[in-house]
Nanobody, 125 residues
Framework: QVQLVESGGGLVQAGGSLRLSCAAS?????????MGWFRQAPGKEREFVGA????????YYVDSVKGRFTISRNNAKNTVYLQMNSLKPEDTAVYYC?????????????????WGQGTQVTVSS
């Protein structure tokens, strides 16, 4: 069982930046998981934001965040990050990290086995 805890959310003005962190409890197996970030806005389904492979060699993003968001990971610290720049009001959502056992970055929500509790990101216009 892997427990994931997100942090770093908050309120930011449009055009600003935030960095989210997701720390995993099980350091022995963290590098065996591809990690993903998802978000859910009020009244909407949870959607894929981006993902990173087990060793950070490849990433994959939804088109709406390409060039603005960057995912990275530090396996020695059992942590994955989501750097969000040039934020827009439509980025407002609860952001979740997730761990999946596929080798590469995955966009399909059903492929993720463990989820964090989420952190709120609010972008004001």
């Amino acid at each position: 069982q892997v427990q994931l805890v997100e942090s770093g959310g908050g309120l930011v003005q449009a055009g600003g930046s935030l960095r989210l962190s997701c720390a995993a409890s099980d350091g022995r197996t963290f590098s065996s998981y591809a990690m993903g970030w998802f978000r859910q806005a009020p009244g909407k389904e949870r959607e894929f934001v981006g993902a990173i492979s087990r060793y950070g060699t490849s990433t994959y993003y939804v088109d709406s965040v390409k060039g603005r968001f960057t995912i990275s990971r530090n396996n020695a610290k059992n942590t994955v990050y989501l750097q969000m720049n040039s934020l827009k009001p439509e980025d407002t959502a609860v952001y979740y990290c997730a761990a999946g056992k596929g080798p590469g970055p995955q966009a399909t929500i059903e492929l993720y086995d463990y989820w964090g509790q989420g952190t709120q990101v609010t972008v004001s216009s």
